[in-house]
């Protein structure tokens, strides 16, 4: 099991910052799960990589995490976190993913991390204190982007609001259906009226995209910023594993909507 904050932090420590005027900012890891040693006496052997063949039916014994590993994440945590106490962080015993000090609150989920201070220098001062343990992390600018989303506090009066937007993944599903000239047109819908069906006298997709690439693109959108394409892609996501030219058809509508909506 990867490092996964609860559903409600990330929100609630957002929100935390608008209400006191404190700072917040993300940060990633570099390669993260291969920086992880395996258990000891763990051993793992993998197939001999394609062009690195040596002579002979060997396999090669891993010394460190792989990404297709199933314990890559659940080591790389136990690899981050023993690093908490000796800096003055303290997991909380409601989520191990959510770690405080005195002056900084960090909540990670998987390879990304987010941390609230009152002062900027407190948040640089535990990114280098991680990296100085030999962990690659780094902050990601002030873009207040957190798993590629966005975060904007919107205030007016007394009215306090937080927006989500996730400008960038739209832009790499638009990119992916080749929908970047200027040729190719907004519509202010991601889908028709009638519903997708199945039809066996269809003609089978193209190939001109890899459809199942951009449906993971657009079920990521869909579920934390964009509610409002969420019945047209899953829609589309049941013929996934068999879409036929219709179906194709239906996805760059939606690539479509999202080129004049990315904001």
């Known amino acids: ?146 798993l590629g989303v966005v975060i904007k506090c919107l205030s007016t009066g007394n009215s306090h609001q937080i927006r989500l937007t996730q400008a960038g993944c739209a832009k790499c599903i638009v990119e992916a259906h080749g929908l970047c000239s200027t040729t190719s047109a907004a519509i202010s819908t991601p889908a028709e009226v009638a519903p997708l069906l199945q039809d066996v006298n269809s003609d089978p997709a193209s190939g001109h995209f890899n459809y199942a690439v951009i449906i993971g693109m657009l079920l990521y959108l869909s579920g934390h910023s964009r509610p409002d394409i969420a019945l047209a892609v899953h829609q589309c996501v049941q013929f996934t594993f068999s879409p036929a030219c219709h179906h194709v058809l239906a ?9 004049g909506t990315m904001d």
Request: glycine share 8%; proline share 3%; charged share 15%.
């Open 1 to 146: 099991m990867g490092p996964c904050c609860s559903v409600v932090h990330g929100p609630y420590h957002v929100g935390l910052s608008n209400q006191t005027q404190s700072l917040f900012s993300p940060s990633r890891h570099h390669s993260a799960f291969v920086h992880a040693l395996l258990d000891i006496g763990e051993e793992i052997y993998v197939c001999q990589i394609p062009g690195f063949k040596c002579d002979g039916d060997f396999v090669l014994a891993l010394n460190k995490s792989v990404y297709v590993i199933c314990q890559a994440p659940q080591n790389f945590f136990l690899f981050f976190s023993k690093h908490f106490e000796s800096l003055g962080l303290c997991q909380s015993n409601l989520d191990l993913c959510l770690v405080v000090s005195k002056t900084v609150v960090l909540v990670c989920y998987m390879d990304d991390d987010l941390l609230w201070a009152q002062d900027l220098g407190n948040m640089d001062d535990v990114i280098v204190a991680l990296q100085n343990t030999g962990i690659q992390i780094c902050k990601e600018g002030d873009t207040k982007g957190f």
């Open 251 to 259: 996805l760059i509508c939606i690539g479509h909507h999202l080129k």
